[in-house]
T-cell receptor, first 112, second 116 residues
Framework: AQRVTQPEKLLSVFKGAPVELKCNYS??????LFWYVQYSRQRLQLLLR??SRESIKGFTADLNKGETSFHLKKPFAQEEDSAMYYC??????????????FGGGTRVLVKP | GAVVSQHPSWVICKSGTSVKIECRSL??????MFWYRQFPKQSLMLMAT?????????EQGVEKDKFLINHASLTLSTLTVTSAHPEDSSFYIC????????????FGPGTRLTVT
């Protein structure tokens, strides 16, 4: 069965410092991986997905199949980055849709 | 952008009663909708996948007779918690997939259910 692990429940960094959120996955197939973010009192929203290889709000994530990781990084954290971050793995079940398996989440707190 | 709404945003009900939660895609047609449950300070757990016009597919351990899902149209899915008990108290979140993008899910704001 697929599994997503985010080892850190809380990351506290100072503004301007780099931040890295770890995500490891286990899945025998070819994974599609995502990072979702949930700001305070807001709904979950997609931050980025590995297939698009884009940088959103300064965040990047690289899929490392050898290490089965998809860590999220930002070189200079901002206070508005304080939020809950979830790594998710998508299973493609034929064409019926992708089921997301979420990691436990990491709360990021950026201090001024 | 694609917007998903949920109604109600919070509900309190008594043990033994049933409560219905609606999930609507406001500006797109959702061929597939998903229902998640989130306990305090925990992650989202997929409960079921709902495809328009067909029966929902439930995840292992989720009681389909307790959590009734109906996806009667391309813009509406409902989750009915039947004979609710205090342990059903949770945050229920739906998401919807636009048929044009097989990867992205748009999430609703969630519904907080408290069973007394």
């Amino acid at each position: 069965a697929q599994r997503v692990t985010q080892p850190e429940k809380l990351l506290s960094v100072f503004k301007g410092a780099p931040v890295e959120l770890k995500c490891n996955y286990s899945y025998s197939g070819s994974p599609e991986l995502f990072w979702y973010v949930q700001y305070s009192r807001q709904r979950l929203q997609l931050l980025l997905r590995h297939i698009s290889r884009e940088s959103i709000k300064g965040f990047t994530a690289d899929l490392n199949k050898g290490e089965t990781s998809f860590h999220l990084k930002k070189p200079f954290a901002q206070e508005e980055d304080s939020a809950m971050y979830y790594c998710a793995l998508s299973l493609m079940i034929k064409a019926a849709g992708n089921k997301l398996t979420f990691g436990g989440g990491t709360r990021v707190l950026v201090k001024p | 952008g694609a917007v998903v709404s949920q109604h109600p945003s919070w509900v309190i009900c008594k043990s033994g009663t049933s409560v219905k939660i609606e999930c609507r895609s406001l500006d797109f047609q959702a061929t597939t909708m998903f229902w998640y449950r989130q306990f305090p300070k925990q992650s989202l757990m997929l409960m079921a996948t709902s495809n328009e016009g067909s029966k929902a597919t439930y995840e292992q351990g989720v009681e389909k007779d307790k959590f009734l899902i109906n996806h009667a149209s391309l813009t509406l899915s409902t989750l009915t918690v039947t004979s609710a008990h205090p342990e059903d108290s949770s945050f229920y979140i739906c998401s919807a997939r636009d048929g044009r993008d097989i990867y992205e899910q748009y999430f609703g704001p969630g519904t907080r259910l408290t069973v007394t």
